[in-house]
């Protein structure tokens, strides 16, 4: 849901396995988290993102999910 309140969970289906990285960022471009994870593909798979523990402020933040095939980046609002 957006906007956020603490905790984000993103959920990623691939058909295959994959090196995927994820990030946050604030409007600055900011680096609040990044972290590699590897995606066991066949199915859906998560990833949850709790923004109390990164000390983040109220705002816009974008979360940026990359693999070798694709990148997709989503906007999330944070309202602690």
């Known amino acids: 849901p957006n906007p956020v309140m603490d905790e984000v969970k ?3 289906f691939l058909e295959k396995k994959a090196d995927v990285s994820l990030s946050l960022t604030d409007l600055n471009g900011h680096v ?6 590897m995606h066991p593909g066949g199915g859906l798979s998560s990833v949850s993102l709790d923004l ?6 109220e705002g816009i933040y974008f979360i940026r999910i990359q693999s070798p095939e694709f ?3 989503r906007k999330i609002i944070y309202i602690p």
Do not use: C, E, K, W
């Not at 609040?32 to 994870?37: A, D, G, K, V, Y």
């Open 32 to 37: 609040l988290r990044s972290q590699p994870f």
């Open 71 to 73: 990148t997709v980046v």
């Open 52 to 57: 109390r523990q990164m000390q983040a402020r």
């Open 10 to 12: 993103i959920d990623l």
